[in-house]
C-alpha cells in the first residue's frame, strides 16, 4: 500500500514539546493515519523524521527555529484530515486573557512582562537553544526550570555556575518533575502541602516519594528537581547544594529527602555536607548504592519507599503479596519511569535474584535480554523521535502485548505514573491489551500506580481499571517489584 506523506512549516514557531508530544498523539489516533510527528526542525530532529519516513521536501526546507508537522496516512483524504487537525490545536489559543482573547507571548521577556509577580521560568525548546533561554532567565532574576534535553553538559555546568551567582536556581537540563510552593510543575501530582522537601535527581522518583507521603497523611513544602547530570562531577552538584540550603532556610520545611543515582562520591559528599550543615533530619536515597558514612542527622535509604517512610519518622512495611503465583518462567519489566526501573532493579539485586537492564543499577549487567528483565522504555533508545511512555503508552502498549503472548514468561511487571502531563488513562490502555491478548495460564501481571486522588486521572480509577483485568495492584513500585518475586518464587 502506497502512503501519502504531508507536511507543512510554522516559520519561528518555537513551541512546547510536550504540547507537540501531546498534539501527535492525537493527530496518531486518527483513522488511516499511520504516523505523525511536530517537531522543531533541528538536524538531529530532521533526521529522525527523515528515517522514519514521513519527512516530505516542503518539510526538508524547515531550519532550527521552525516547526514541522508531518503527517503519514493510508491516501491523501486522511492525509489532509491528520493535518488540518494538527493545524487546528496548533491554532487553538493557548492560554484564556481575561478579556477572552488568547494570549500567546513569543518571547520569555514578555511574558515576564506581562505576568510581574511569575518568578520561575519553565523552558522546553530544542536542547541547542535550552542553555540560551535559561541565560535570559536567570539574567531577569528568574529561577530556571529546563525541561529540554540535549543540552551538552558544559553549557550545563557554566549555567548554573552563573546562576549560582545570581542567587536563582536552574533546575535542569532534562528535569521532568518540580513543586514549588504547592504549584506542580510538567509531570507532578497534586499532593498535601506539608513539612517535608524533596531535592531530587529524577523526575519519577520525586512522584513516587511525594505520592507516598501523601498517602501516609504527609505534604510536601517544595519538592526540587535538579536534573539528572547535576551530580556529576563536571557539574559539581551546584543546584543539589542550592536546594538543600534553600530548604534549610525555608521555615516550612522540616525534614529534607534527597533523591539521586550514585555518580561522582567527590559530588555527593559535597551535598551530604549540606544536609550535615542544614541541622534539619534527612533522608538520603541515592539507588543501588552501598551502605554510607552519613553524618548523625540523615538516615540512609536504599528504595523510594524506604525514603518516603523514613521522612514521615515511620518503618516500612512489605505489603502482603497480593499476585497469584505465577507459572515457571522468566520476569519482565516494563518501565515508564526510569527511577523506578532502577528501584526495582536495586530490590532484585539485593534479593539474589539474577536481572539485568538496559538501564542498569551498580551491580546489575546491561543486557535488552535475560530471564528477568527490567526495560526502561523512558530511555533514548526508546523515545528517540517519539513522546515518553508516560504521555503515550503506544510503544510499552505494543511489547506488553508481545509479553502476554510469550511462553517463557512468568510474570510481567509494570509502572503507571498519573498527574499533569502524563497520558490520561494508562490504566484504560493496559487493561484494553491484557483483555485482547492474555492468554490461558499466561504470565501474571503485576503494576503499581504512582499518583493520588486528586490527580486528574485519579488514583483510584486507575487502580480500579487494573483489578477489572486481575491485575496485581501493589501500593508502591517496591512492593510490586517484592510480590512479582514473591510470584516467581511460588508465594
Given at each position: 500500500?502506497?502512503?501519502?506523506?504531508?507536511?507543512?512549516?510554522?516559520?519561528?514557531?518555537?513551541?512546547?514539546?510536550?504540547?507537540?508530544?501531546?498534539?501527535?498523539?492525537?493527530?496518531?489516533?486518527?483513522?488511516?493515519?499511520?504516523?505523525?510527528?511536530?517537531?522543531?526542525?533541528?538536524?538531529?530532529?530532521m533526521e529522525i523524521m527523515a528515517d522514519a519516513g514521513i519527512l516530505s521536501e516542503v518539510g526538508r526546507a524547515a531550519g532550527g527555529s521552525d516547526l514541522v508537522i508531518a503527517v503519514r496516512a493510508q491516501n491523501a483524504p486522511a492525509a489532509k484530515a491528520g493535518l488540518a487537525a494538527a493545524l487546528a490545536q496548533l491554532d487553538a489559543p493557548a492560554l484564556p486573557h481575561a478579556r477572552g482573547v488568547g494570549w500567546r507571548p513569543r518571547t520569555l521577556q514578555s511574558a515576564a512582562a506581562a505576568l510581574r509577580g511569575a518568578n520561575v521560568a519553565l523552558i522546553s525548546v530544542p536542547g541547542e537553544y535550552a542553555a540560551a533561554e535559561a541565560r535570559?532567565?536567570?539574567?531577569?532574576?528568574?529561577?530556571?526550570?529546563?525541561?529540554?534535553?540535549?543540552?551538552?553538559?558544559?553549557?550545563?555546568?557554566?549555567?548554573?555556575?552563573?546562576?549560582?551567582?545570581?542567587?536563582?536556581?536552574?533546575?535542569?537540563?532534562?528535569?521532568?518533575?518540580?513543586?514549588?510552593?504547592?504549584?506542580?510543575?510538567?509531570?507532578?501530582?497534586?499532593?498535601?502541602?506539608?513539612?517535608?522537601?524533596?531535592?531530587?535527581?529524577?523526575?519519577?522518583?520525586?512522584?513516587?516519594?511525594?505520592?507516598?507521603?501523601?498517602?501516609?497523611?504527609?505534604?510536601?513544602?517544595?519538592?526540587?528537581?535538579?536534573?539528572?547530570?547535576?551530580?556529576?562531577?563536571?557539574?559539581?552538584?551546584?543546584?543539589?547544594?542550592?536546594?538543600?540550603?534553600?530548604?534549610?532556610?525555608?521555615?516550612?520545611?522540616?525534614?529534607?529527602?534527597?533523591?539521586?543515582?550514585?555518580?561522582?562520591?567527590?559530588?555527593?559528599?559535597?551535598?551530604?555536607?549540606?544536609?550535615?550543615?542544614?541541622?534539619?533530619?534527612?533522608?538520603?536515597?541515592?539507588?543501588?548504592?552501598?551502605?554510607?558514612?552519613?553524618?548523625?542527622?540523615?538516615?540512609?535509604?536504599?528504595?523510594?519507599?524506604?525514603?518516603?517512610?523514613?521522612?514521615?519518622?515511620?518503618?516500612?512495611?512489605?505489603?502482603?503479596?497480593?499476585?497469584?503465583?505465577?507459572?515457571?518462567?522468566?520476569?519482565?519489566?516494563?518501565?515508564?519511569?526510569?527511577?523506578?526501573?532502577?528501584?526495582?532493579?536495586?530490590?532484585?539485586?539485593?534479593?539474589?535474584?539474577?536481572?539485568?537492564?538496559?538501564?542498569?543499577?551498580?551491580?546489575?549487567?546491561?543486557?535488552?535480554?535475560?530471564?528477568?528483565?527490567?526495560?526502561?522504555?523512558?530511555?533514548?533508545?526508546?523515545?528517540?523521535?517519539?513522546?515518553?511512555?508516560?504521555?503515550?503508552?503506544?510503544?510499552?502498549?505494543?511489547?506488553?502485548?508481545?509479553?502476554?503472548?510469550?511462553?517463557?514468561?512468568?510474570?510481567?511487571?509494570?509502572?503507571?505514573?498519573?498527574?499533569?502531563?502524563?497520558?490520561?488513562?494508562?490504566?484504560?490502555?493496559?487493561?484494553?491489551?491484557?483483555?485482547?491478548?492474555?492468554?490461558?495460564?499466561?504470565?501474571?501481571?503485576?503494576?503499581?500506580?504512582?499518583?493520588?486522588?486528586?490527580?486528574?486521572?485519579?488514583?483510584?480509577?486507575?487502580?480500579?481499571?487494573?483489578?477489572?483485568?486481575?491485575?496485581?495492584?501493589?501500593?508502591?513500585?517496591?512492593?510490586?517489584?517484592?510480590?512479582?518475586?514473591?510470584?516467581?518464587?511460588?508465594?
Amino acid at each position: 500500500m502506497s502512503m501519502v506523506v504531508l507536511n507543512e512549516v510554522r516559520r519561528g514557531a518555537y513551541l512546547d514539546s510536550v504540547a507537540l508530544m501531546r498534539i501527535s498523539q492525537v493527530v496518531r489516533c486518527l483513522e488511516q493515519i499511520e504516523e505523525a510527528t511536530l517537531m522543531m526542525g533541528t538536524p538531529a530532529n530532521m533526521e529522525i523524521m527523515a528515517d522514519a519516513g514521513i519527512l516530505s521536501e516542503v518539510g526538508r526546507a524547515a531550519g532550527g527555529s521552525d516547526l514541522v508537522i508531518a503527517v503519514r496516512a493510508q491516501n491523501a483524504p486522511a492525509a489532509k484530515a491528520g493535518l488540518a487537525a494538527a493545524l487546528a490545536q496548533l491554532d487553538a489559543p493557548a492560554l484564556p486573557h481575561a478579556r477572552g482573547v488568547g494570549w500567546r507571548p513569543r518571547t520569555l521577556q514578555s511574558a515576564a512582562a506581562a505576568l510581574r509577580g511569575a518568578n520561575v521560568a519553565l523552558i522546553s525548546v530544542p536542547g541547542e537553544y535550552a542553555a540560551a533561554e535559561a541565560r535570559k532567565a536567570i539574567r531577569a532574576g528568574l529561577h530556571a526550570m529546563i525541561f529540554s534535553d540535549n543540552v551538552p553538559i558544559e553549557a550545563e555546568a557554566e549555567l548554573k555556575l552563573e546562576a549560582r551567582d545570581l542567587g536563582v536556581l536552574v533546575m535542569g537540563p532534562d528535569c521532568g518533575t518540580a513543586i514549588i510552593s504547592g504549584t506542580p510543575l510538567a509531570f507532578a501530582n497534586r499532593v498535601s502541602r506539608g513539612t517535608v522537601g524533596i531535592v531530587g535527581a529524577s523526575g519519577t522518583g520525586i512522584q513516587e516519594v511525594a505520592c507516598l507521603i501523601d498517602r501516609m497523611g504527609g505534604g510536601i513544602s517544595h519538592a526540587i528537581g535538579t536534573g539528572g547530570r547535576d551530580l556529576n562531577s563536571a557539574v559539581g552538584g551546584i543546584t543539589a547544594q542550592m536546594a538543600v540550603d534553600a530548604l534549610a532556610r525555608d521555615h516550612g520545611t522540616e525534614r529534607i529527602v534527597l533523591i539521586a543515582k550514585p555518580q561522582g562520591e567527590d559530588v555527593a559528599r559535597l551535598v551530604l555536607d549540606r544536609l550535615q550543615s542544614s541541622a534539619k533530619p534527612a533522608v538520603a536515597c541515592f539507588l543501588g548504592a552501598s551502605r554510607l558514612d552519613l553524618p548523625d542527622n540523615v538516615r540512609q535509604a536504599f528504595t523510594l519507599k524506604e525514603a518516603a517512610f523514613a521522612a514521615m519518622g515511620a518503618s516500612p512495611e512489605c505489603a502482603k503479596p497480593g499476585a497469584p503465583r505465577a507459572k515457571p518462567g522468566g520476569i519482565l519489566g516494563l518501565f515508564a519511569g526510569g527511577t523506578l526501573c532502577a528501584e526495582a532493579q536495586v530490590i532484585f539485586r539485593d534479593e539474589g535474584f539474577p536481572v539485568a537492564s538496559n538501564a542498569p543499577v551498580a551491580g546489575v549487567p546491561k543486557s535488552r535480554s535475560g530471564s528477568c528483565l527490567m526495560l526502561d522504555l523512558g530511555s533514548d533508545e526508546y523515545t528517540l523521535g517519539r513522546p515518553h511512555p508516560m504521555i503515550d503508552p503506544d510503544m510499552r502498549n505494543g511489547l506488553l502485548k508481545e509479553a502476554l503472548e510469550r511462553n517463557d514468561l512468568g510474570v510481567i511487571l509494570l509502572d503507571l505514573v498519573i498527574g499533569h502531563g502524563a497520558h490520561p488513562s494508562p490504566a484504560a490502555e493496559i487493561a484494553a491489551a491484557v483483555r485482547a491478548h492474555r492468554r490461558e495460564n499466561g504470565p501474571v501481571v503485576i503494576c503499581s500506580v504512582t499518583g493520588t486522588e486528586r490527580d486528574p486521572q485519579v488514583l483510584s480509577r486507575q487502580e480500579n481499571e487494573c483489578r477489572s483485568v486481575d491485575i496485581a495492584v501493589a501500593p508502591s513500585n517496591a512492593d510490586a517489584a517484592r510480590w512479582a518475586l514473591a510470584a516467581a518464587r511460588g508465594g
